[in-house]
């Protein structure tokens, strides 16, 4: 369906993806799980940045379906970019001695990948509300600070509903949705 040729305030649910239908207690499990295995398991000083890979994993993904309800999104070149930039300095830091100015090149890229993750989360956000309060007006509300906080986490508990009334309305469940998702 070409969206052009939907009237200015008609709205179809089938007119978008869905949102992944993955409950946040489902991404936060195995996440703890591989955090922890990865600080039991893996090289000492390689652990800390292989914990956190799934999550950048999930949230690459995150990035490619977002990229799907707004075709000018670029966030998911900015989470790549994020995430090797993590990793790069997770690695030069654990791998170079105190006095090296590897060091420095370490804690500088760390530093600004921790910043470049805030503004990636507060724009995933802002296409979120702007797509699903304005395209596909839901309602849908994200607080910012908890977005930084618990950025994807947050997001699924937030998009899961949404994913579940898209998935019935596709089942033909519900037989008419009407203009909002979830009223």
């Known amino acids: 369906m070409d969206l052009e040729k939907l009237a200015p305030g008609e709205v179809r649910s089938s007119a978008f993806p869905a949102p992944p239908r993955v409950h946040w207690t489902v991404l936060l499990a195995p996440s703890c799980i591989f955090d922890g295995l990865a600080a039991k398991f893996a090289p000492n000083p390689y652990s800390s940045w292989i914990a956190g890979l799934l999550l950048d ?12 309800l707004d075709r000018e999104s670029v966030c998911y070149r ?15 830091g654990d791998s170079t001695a105190d006095t090296s100015w590897w060091r420095f090149a370490s804690l500088a890229l760390m530093v600004l990948s921790m910043g470049a993750y805030v503004l990636l989360v507060l724009s995933i956000r802002d296409t979120l509300r702007k797509h699903y309060n304005e395209r596909e007006p839901v309602g849908l509300t994200l607080g910012p600070w908890v977005s ?7 997001f699924q508990y937030k998009l899961y509903p949404v994913a579940r009334f ?6 033909g469940t519900i037989a008419n949705p009407g203009r909002s998702l979830l009223s």
């Open 57 to 68: 994993a999930w949230a690459i993904y995150f990035c490619i379906w977002l990229r799907r």
């Open 78 to 92: 900015w989470c790549i970019a994020i995430t090797a930039a993590a990793v790069l300095g997770q690695v030069i």
């Open 148 to 154: 930084v906080l618990l950025s994807f986490y947050y």
């Open 166 to 171: 898209k998935d019935r309305v596709a089942r």
